[in-house]
């Protein structure tokens, strides 16, 4: 399968790395409008046909998929454009700006029968994985109670200064990730209530938040996620997540340590990812998940079915990010219906 890439900046090298490692895919050209970015990318990834304007990408055509790597401001006019040309779509948390923007982008790409997931790659994360898989083999019976916990001092402002300028910060961009962990153990949210601060006076927007959330199939679970913890050895980028069951526990620590409790026995397994060549510590965990999701995605294709995060799966964790926002506004619990 040939793959068009737009944007080439930080996180994207992450996807044309993953994509480089999938057998069956070739990245055929690439595009970014900071033309410095582009010519640099090309040569590190000897990919020669290059683009400033994503117009002319789709006017070339020759590829099946456009993975669109790009910040959220520019998603729905790219995701429409491919739309319009046929091609099946990845792009990149968060989806699109507002939840009508979203609804229109999924109901343009439903229409070519095109295939689109959005790259919400935090609950494809191996530790995590197996999180998910063992709640759904049913090793702990039924889930009543959860947590999921991101708590850092990481500098990601560095590597992505755009960050420290929204007015919206660790909701949208890390707590969205959070949120979906939680979907994708305990299903979807009835209502949620959201505390959000402030504490780097270098940033405008939030950077630390708890939320509570109430989800459809009874589960209550606690979502806290933080950017200003300082800790003398550096957490990032793990989520730490604990699920009691009516018939056990199961929890996700630091270190990449899950352990299972359950018929009156206990077993640990040390999920540590493995250092992919091209990968760097902290980032190797996510980065993993990056060449695993865009397997998926690959592997839905081949198959004909619907990718985990598609874009119907996708409005609803979209949604929990417009609901903690307006609870923490309005200091009230929000119905996921109000959204």
Not at 12 to 26: C, E, P, S
Not at 69 to 83: C, D, I, K, N, Q
Not at 128 to 154: D, K, Y
Not at 179 to 195: Q, Y
């Amino acid at each position: 399968m040939k793959v068009g890439v737009i944007g080439c900046g930080f996180f994207a090298q992450n996807h044309l790395h993953a994509w480089r490692d999938i057998d069956g895919v070739d990245v055929v050209a690439l595009c970014d409008n900071d033309r410095s970015n582009l010519v640099a990318t090309g040569k590190e990834f000897k990919i020669k046909r290059q683009f400033t304007d994503a117009i002319e990408l789709f006017d070339y055509g020759d590829f099946d998929i456009v993975d669109i790597a790009t910040t959220v401001p520019s998603h729905r006019s790219l995701v429409e454009m491919a739309a319009q040309n046929a091609k099946h779509i990845i792009c990149q948390k968060p989806f699109a700006e507002s939840i009508k923007d979203a609804r229109a982008m999924v109901n343009a790409v439903e229409a070519t029968g095109k295939t689109l997931m959005v790259h919400e790659n935090f609950r494809w994360q191996s530790a995590v994985r197996a999180v998910i898989e063992e709640l759904r083999n049913g090793t702990i019976g039924e889930p009543f109670f959860g947590r999921v916990s991101f708590r850092s001092g990481f500098d990601v402002f560095s590597g992505q200064p755009y960050l420290a300028e929204g007015e919206r910060f660790i909701i949208e961009d890390l707590g969205i990730h959070i949120l979906d962990i939680a979907r994708a153990l305990f299903g979807d949210v009835a209502r949620i209530s959201a505390t959000k601060r402030r504490i780097n006076p270098s940033i405008r927007g939030e950077d630390v938040a708890t939320m509570f959330l109430e989800h459809k199939g009874g589960t209550s679970c606690i979502v806290d996620c933080s950017y200003a913890t300082r800790r003398q050895i550096e957490a990032f980028p793990e989520s730490v997540i604990e699920v009691d069951g009516d018939k056990g526990t199961i929890s996700l620590d630091l270190g990449y340590k899950m352990t299972v409790q359950a018929n009156g026995q206990s077993k640990t397994w040390d999920l540590s990812p493995p250092l992919l060549p091209w990968a760097s510590k902290p980032w190797h965990n996510i980065q993993e998940s990056v060449r695993i999701i865009q397997k998926h995605f690959i592997n839905c294709l081949l198959e004909g079915c619907e990718p985990e995060t598609n874009g119907y799966d996708n409005l609803q964790t979209l949604s929990l990010v417009e609901a903690a926002y307006l609870s923490a506004s309005e200091h009230r619990t929000v119905e996921l219906e109000e959204i």
